[in-house]
């Protein structure tokens, strides 16, 4: 398979109903970590010390396929190594929800969408909430303008979506409410606008310009404040861009392995 728009390959599914219904978001840091470690394994995790907190043998299995798909899913080995360095590095722990939620959006095609169609444009457009109304709205349109897919979502499948979806946002802290959700304000520090850069690479392996990448929006940081910022990081050495006014071109120039050391050293 092309790299180029990886997941645009994937079918839909609705790992986002398994997903959003984990207790909270720490579970999954755990659950990749535990990938990473030699001495433990994600079905250790769940099965053997049931970490997740999961009364029957179906529930976990369901919740260890749905980890491993939204989370444990590698374009390459180049993506493995980056989110490997950031799990078992310096990385701020207050950050690292931009990470599952960059890492969601590459393996989760679904997630990718309402994500880019639905939150970012709420997000960029000023309001302050955003309702499960917005979300139910939108993949009923999707549903009618993709009638090629078959997908066959009852309402209450449409239901369970919109609900698990802020659920999962709330819990990385990007919304918060109990009902109706209101934005949090998220601030994507100068590193994590450096590895920013690498997702979006492996997003679309073929394009160096950022500004036409289709992962940008989830940077939380909008095309005219990403130029003035991606100027200062190259000028540390971080990776090399050039600006005609039109094209934002980047190259990166460390190894996905070793980011995050050069980062954080």
């Not at 909430?129 to 897919?149: M, P, R, T, W």
Request: charged share 25%.
């Amino acid at each position: 398979m092309s790299e180029q728009n990886h997941h645009k390959q994937h079918e839909y599914d609705t790992s986002i109903n398994v997903i959003g219904g984990l207790k909270d978001s720490h579970v999954i840091y755990k659950a990749i970590e535990s990938f990473f470690d030699e001495a433990d394994s994600l079905d250790e995790l769940i099965s053997v010390r049931n970490e997740f907190n999961l009364r029957t043998e179906r529930s976990r299995s369901r919740v260890e396929r749905a980890v491993k798909a939204s989370f444990l899913n590698f374009i390459n080995q180049d993506h493995q190594d980056l989110v490997e360095s950031i799990f078992l590095g310096d990385t701020p722990s207050t950050e690292i929800n931009l990470i599952l939620f960059w890492q969601f959006a590459l393996a989760n095609r679904l997630f990718f969408d309402i994500s880019t169609h639905v939150f970012m444009k709420q997000y960029f457009s000023g309001r302050t909430q955003l309702s499960k109304d917005d979300i139910i709205a939108y993949l009923k349109e999707f549903l009618v303008q993709n009638k090629q897919l078959e997908l066959k979502w009852s309402e209450s499948t449409i239901n369970t979506l919109s609900t698990k979806y802020l659920n999962f946002m709330a819990k990385i802290d990007f919304l918060e409410g109990k009902r109706t959700k209101s934005f949090k304000h998220i601030k994507t520090s100068a590193e994590f606008l450096v590895i920013f850069l690498y997702f979006s690479k492996l997003f679309d392996s073929n394009s160096h310009n950022i500004l036409k990448n289709e992962l940008l929006p989830l940077s939380f940081v909008t095309s005219e404040d990403m130029v003035d910022r991606l100027k200062k990081l190259s000028a540390k050495g971080f990776f090399n861009m050039t600006f005609n006014g039109v094209d934002l071109n980047i190259e990166l120039i460390h190894s996905y392995k070793g980011i995050c050391d050069v980062l954080y050293k």
